[in-house]
Structure formats: C-alpha cells, structure tokens
Nanobody
C-alpha cells in the first residue's frame, strides 16, 4: 500500500512555470513506476508523463513534450513534474499515480495501468 500526496498547484499566467510534487509513503517507492495525469473540467483524465524506477526512462504525451519534465528522487520518495511554457489548455487537476513493479513507460498511458492515485492538485493557467 502506498499513499500519494500532490502539492505545488496554483494559478499562473500563460508562459509561466510551476513544479508539482508528489510525496509517497512507504519504504518501497523505488520499486514503483510513477506517472502524472490531468483532468480538465468535463473531460476524461489524460496521460501527461511517466518515469521508470531509476529515472533513466521517461515518456511524455505529445501535448507536453518539450515543455514538461518528470523526475524522481527515490531518497525523498518524491516524484516531480516541472511545467514550463504553460498554456491555458494546461488548466486541469493534476494527479500523481503509482504502479507496483516494473513496466515499460510507453505502455503506462492509461489510468487502468496504475494501482494508486493521489487526490490531485489544481493548476490554472490564465491567458
């Protein structure tokens, strides 16, 4: 069992930056593959980024590639999402997710692949 708590959301102007954090409980964080998703009002939850155990492998949705960076610090049980060049269409509730064990990050683009979810943090980008 792992609990995930997101933080770092807020209101930012278009072109600005935010860094989201997701703190995980438990002693086996390094054995979880991690991901970020987002859900805009009235829309389905969509994949944003995923990262493997050792942070050596990452995968991004086309809509955020080149603007967002996912990273992790296994010593701190934390995964991050650095968001730069934000656009109004990035406005959403952002969720952290964890999958037990290893899986290639390229397949971790659907919600059903994950075992645990955080409560979400709101990101609002004004134009």
């Amino acid at each position: 069992q792992v609990q995930l708590v997101e933080s770092g959301g807020g209101l930012v102007q278009a072109g600005g930056s935010l860094r989201l954090s997701c703190a995980a409980s438990g002693r086996t964080f390094s054995s979880y593959t991690m991901g970020w998703f987002r859900q805009a009002a009235g829309k389905e939850r969509e994949f944003v980024a995923a990262i493997g155990w050792s942070a050596g492998t990452t995968y991004y949705a086309d809509s955020v590639k080149g603007r967002f960076t996912i990273s992790r610090d296994n010593a701190k049980n934390t995964v991050y999402l650095q968001m730069d060049s934000l656009k109004p269409e990035d406005t959403a509730v952002y969720y952290c997710a964890a999958k037990r064990g290893w899986a290639p990050v390229v397949v971790l683009t659907t919600t059903s692949r994950y075992d645990y979810w955080g409560q979400g943090t709101q990101v609002t980008v004004s134009s």
